[in-house]
């Protein structure tokens, strides 16, 4: 098991480079990424620094139709964001979304032990969301997510749903929140540290 896990960790690492390099890895999360992937008994699969997006849903709600046309991991601007929806309104039929979304995190641990390590550190960093999401016979994989989220609808058929005051309170409380996702995603990082390899 041990021999299968290190070559999936070899494996996950090489990806996790090569999408570093193409600028596809969330810059903030990347050196909590670095410091799992240090140790021999844990690397990343995927992951989410949370991010402020708008973004055109269909009625079918596949994802794969969705287009996001604005994206942030970093506190944005009501004018930036209300900019981008007026240019949205315009060019998409579907209906649009403000959305802020929080820290995530996949893992894969060589053993249940180790996993169980690691969701007592995520839940001693308040990432209340964690737990093993799937156990095989050459890895345990556990997600990690805060729970520090805004959604709205803030457009519709070519029209907005709100005004610039409501967009205001959205960017503010969304700009809120991912300052607290992020405080959460250092405070596992410093934790996991302390527990070491």
């Known amino acids: 098991m041990l021999m299968e896990f290190g070559r999936l960790k070899t494996n996950f690492e090489r990806k996790l480079e090569e999408a570093k390099k193409k600028g596809l890895v969330d810059e903030p999360i990347i050196p909590l990424l670095e410091l799992i992937n240090s140790c021999n008994d844990f690397f990343t699969t995927s992951s989410c620094a949370g991010r402020i997006i708008l973004i055109a849903i269909p009625p079918s709600w596949k994802k794969n139709l969705s287009k996001i046309f604005f994206k942030s991991h970093y506190k944005v601007k009501p004018e930036d964001v209300w900019t981008a929806l007026l240019n949205g309104i315009q060019k998409y039929e579907s209906p649009i ?40 016979k050459n890895r345990i994989t556990i997600e990690m997510q805060s729970i520090e989220r805004v959604d709205a609808i803030v457009g519709r058929e070519g029209r907005t749903l709100i005004d610039n005051n409501y967009i205001s309170e959205l960017v503010r409380d969304a700009n809120l929140k991912l300052e607290i996702t992020r405080e959460k995603m250092q405070r596992f990082f410093d934790n996991f540290k302390s527990f070491g390899c």
């Open 97 to 136: 979304y403000f959305k802020q979304e929080p820290f995530i995190l996949h893992v894969s641990a060589s053993t249940l032990q180790n996993a169980l390590k690691i969701l007592s550190i995520a839940q001693e960093s308040g990432i209340k969301h964690s737990g093993i999401v799937n156990i095989s």
